[in-house]
Structures are given as structure tokens and as C-alpha cells.
């Protein structure tokens, strides 16, 4: 039999740099940014039309935080560390 090197000794899932909730972190993170994003469209004025919801509340100041919630979270996902018993 051939024994394993200690490379392959080292490549259990505790060496991992992303654990299984960095990953749910992650994926909650860019659906928040996708949110963010989805308040943000919808139509926009034309030369022949005026369109005063372009200035909405919902574009201008809820849309972009939540993009940023988005984004700080991700930040935490990256960074986040399962505490050692």
C-alpha cells in the first residue's frame, strides 16, 4: 500500500478557508444585492415623456441602502470565523 504524503494528510475540510456558512453568508448576501438592484429598475424618462418616478423614494434611498446591507454583509461573510470550542 502507499501511504499518503502529508500534503494529502492536510487537505481535510478543516483547511479550508470558506466553511459551509461562509457560503449561506455569501449566497444571502448577493440575494439581498439582487433585491437592492430589482428596487432600483424600472422605466425611465424619455425625451418625449417625463417620468417624475425616477425620483422616487424607492430608488433614491431605500434602494441603495440595501444594496449596501448587501454589501456589508458579504464583507462579514468573507471575514467570518466559526468559533473554536
Same mark, same amino acid.
Given at each position: !500500500? #502507499?501511504?499518503?504524503?502529508?500534503?494529502?494528510?492536510? !487537505? &481535510?475540510? *478543516?483547511?479550508?478557508?470558506?466553511? %459551509? $456558512?461562509? @457560503?449561506?453568508? +455569501?449566497?444571502? *448576501? !448577493?440575494?439581498?444585492?439582487? #433585491?437592492? @438592484?430589482? +428596487? !432600483?429598475?424600472?422605466?425611465? *424618462?424619455?425625451?418625449?415623456? =417625463?417620468?417624475? &418616478? #425616477? @425620483? *422616487?423614494? %424607492? %430608488?433614491?434611498? /431605500?434602494?441603495?441602502?440595501?444594496?449596501? #446591507?448587501? @454589501?456589508?454583509? $458579504?464583507? =462579514?461573510?468573507? /471575514? =467570518?470565523?466559526?468559533?473554536?470550542?
Amino acid at each position: !500500500m #502507499i501511504e499518503k504524503t502529508n500534503k494529502e494528510n492536510n !487537505m &481535510d475540510k *478543516s483547511n479550508f478557508a470558506f466553511t %459551509r $456558512m461562509n @457560503f449561506i453568508l +455569501l449566497a444571502v *448576501s !448577493m440575494l439581498i444585492v439582487i #433585491i437592492g @438592484f430589482a +428596487l !432600483m429598475s424600472g422605466a425611465g *424618462s424619455t425625451v418625449e415623456a =417625463y417620468n417624475p &418616478d #425616477i @425620483f *422616487s423614494a %424607492r %430608488r433614491i434611498k /431605500v434602494a441603495p441602502i440595501v444594496c449596501l #446591507i448587501g @454589501f456589508v454583509t $458579504m464583507i =462579514y461573510a468573507v /471575514v =467570518y470565523k466559526k468559533k473554536e470550542k
